[in-house]
């Protein structure tokens, strides 16, 4: 279907011209990440950091990273080229709120160069509680949440660590303290009214069947969208997770579950699991046009 769907129309007039958000606006309108974000404060199973975050992106192709400054000016050279550049996002390769510093800087850099790109940003969800006041100050429009379970043995198969406070976390305790606070931040934001959707890596046997429940827990909290993506199978996937291979869900499974979960919150079936630094329309990639060394010569 395209268009409105079941949104609200506060929010489909937010999200129109989104092309994550709107199946139609993802053939009209363009957006782009830069990637400047390279440090992650959580590991999941699914990622070995040569490749870009799976929080937005295909695992698979590693990104270059910009600094705040490098990034505006891309941000400037693609608005140029592609008119219809209405987006721009921050999701990776690592995770955006690891690095507040430059993610802050440059949205501060591109509100102020290009005043009319709404900003997005899209995060695992540990710091967020964390940044909430500095992603309302920066105008940031719309968040994405990676939430893959509530249930903390659950999380203990996803996530072997995170770094919180200071500290390693492992096991139960870590996968409890970053399910807390990733309900905590999504509810923080939508209480003042900042979009969010959420992803969600579809593991089969890890928490396929306990996705439901997430989608209940995140629409409860006013997750608008919620973004059931497929893991994508990889040879190291067998090894972290500790199994004989970790597959990723069939066509038929990954539409049984979103099924399953429509009715309970808009759910997302146009994702393209984008890279970090994806330009472009969604299912195009135009990355390779807009090169650090090539957006250096334009001085
Ligand atoms: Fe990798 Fe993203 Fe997970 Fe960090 S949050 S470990 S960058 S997939
Ligand atoms: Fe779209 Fe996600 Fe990128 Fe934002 S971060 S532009 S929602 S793909």
């Given at each position: 279907q395209a268009g409105q769907g079941d949104l609200p129309k506060t929010i489909w007039e937010k999200v129109k011209n989104h092309p994550c958000y709107s199946e139609e606006a993802h053939h009209h309108y363009a957006r782009m990440h830069v990637a400047v974000a390279p440090a992650c404060n959580v590991q999941c199973?699914?990622?070995?950091?040569?490749?870009?975050?799976?929080n937005e992106s295909r695992p698979g192709v590693v990104s270059e990273k910009l600094t705040p400054e490098q990034a505006v000016r891309k941000v400037l050279a693609v608005a140029t080229s592609i008119p219809q550049l209405t987006v721009l996002g921050i999701a990776g390769p690592g995770d955006p709120l690891a690095n507040p510093e430059k993610t802050f800087k440059t949205f501060e850099l591109v509100a102020k160069a290009a005043p009319d790109i709404k900003l997005c940003l899209s995060t695992n969800g540990l710091a967020l509680p964390d940044y909430v006041d500095s992603i309302a100050r920066a105008k940031v429009d719309h968040v994405t949440i990676t939430i893959n379970t509530i249930d903390p043995e659950i999380g203990a198969k996803i996530y072997p660590w995170i770094f919180f406070n200071h500290k390693r976390y492992t096991g139960i305790e870590a996968a409890k303290i970053l399910t807390d606070r990733q309900l905590q931040g999504l509810q923080m934001l939508t209480e003042r009214g900042i979009l969010c959707k959420v992803n969600s890596v579809m593991i089969p046997d890890i928490n396929d069947q306990h996705l439901v429940e997430v989608n209940k827990a995140v629409k409860s909290r006013g997750a608008f969208l919620h973004n059931i993506m497929p893991?994508?199978?990889?040879?190291e996937h067998g090894t972290v997770f500790g199994l004989n291979g970790q597959r990723g869900p069939t066509a038929q499974e990954l539409k049984a579950l979103q099924d399953a979960c429509e009715g309970e919150t808009n759910v997302m079936r146009?994702?393209?699991?984008?890279?970090?630094?994806a330009v472009g329309l969604?299912?195009?990639?135009?990355?390779a046009e807009f090169t650090t060394e090539g957006i250096m010569a334009m001085d």
């Open positions: 199973n699914y990622c070995n950091r040569k490749y870009d975050c799976a893991l994508i199978s990889a040879s146009h994702c393209r699991q984008c890279r970090a630094d969604l299912g195009e990639d135009r990355s």
